[in-house]
């Protein structure tokens, strides 16, 4: 397979508890992008790395959310300290033409 | 303020019922428009890219076509399988690094 892949594909923490989510992004693509979907919402956009710089953030990634993207391969989501308004599905996408954007699988978070 | 509509929020069609979703965007300067497909529970699945007024794409029942304000995916006698969320997205020039604005999405189901 040589899509986008991410891990775990679910995961369930309690409030306060720190969490971190990986994403493979099709080999060779350079910019890898995270985005965040809630119930009955499109994905709104968290973060973009070209190669291993972080060149964007969005006003929705708060001081407890750090992203990470070393060697501009993989790239991990952190959150610290959860809150029951993380819980969403995390999605990440990648691509090598700055247009076309394929998306993972997601990682759906639950904080209880 | 860059701003993508969706409608209606949802639809359902009989079998071999056609149809149309429609996007409405604003957006300062559009560099593309965007459709995705999302089942449930799993990342959104590209579709079309569409750059300029009057540009059609098609893909076996579906064709999405564009003009200077909105977008309209025509599905022509759907299948069962096709039930799933439609996803419309924007991309601009210029400012953000290319993250795509997202419409909440269409959620179409088909019947036999």
């Known amino acids: 397979d040589t899509g986008v892949s991410q891990d775990p594909r679910h995961k369930i923490t309690k409030r306060g508890q720190n969490v971190t989510f990986r994403c493979d992004p099709i080999s060779e693509h350079n910019r890898l992008y995270w985005y965040r979907q809630t119930l009955g919402q499109g994905p709104e956009f968290l973060t973009y790395f070209q190669n291993e710089a972080q060149l964007e953030k969005s006003r929705l990634l708060s001081d407890r959310f750090s992203a990470e993207r070393p060697k501009g391969s993989f790239s991990t989501l952190e959150i610290q300290r959860t809150e029951q308004g993380d819980s969403a599905m995390y999605l990440c996408?990648?691509?090598?033409?700055?247009?076309?954007?394929?998306f993972g699988p997601g990682t759906r978070l639950t904080v209880l | 303020e860059d701003q993508v509509t969706q409608s209606p929020e949802a639809l359902r069609l009989q079998e071999g019922e056609s149809s149309s979703l429609n996007c409405s965007y604003t957006v300062s300067g559009l560099r593309g428009l965007f459709w995705y497909r999302q089942d449930p529970g799993k990342g959104p699945e590209f579709l079309f890219t569409l750059y300029s007024a009057g540009e059609e794409k098609e893909k076996e029942r579906l064709k999405a076509t564009l003009t200077k304000k909105e977008s309209f995916l025509h599905i022509t006698a759907p299948k069962p399988e096709d039930s799933a969320t439609y996803l419309c997205?924007?991309?601009?020039?210029?400012?953000?690094?290319?993250?795509?604005?997202f419409g909440k999405g269409t959620k179409l189901s088909v019947k036999p």
């Open positions: 996408a990648s691509t090598l033409t700055a247009v076309e954007q394929f």
């Open positions: 997205a924007v991309q601009r020039y210029g400012g953000s690094q290319g993250n795509l604005i």
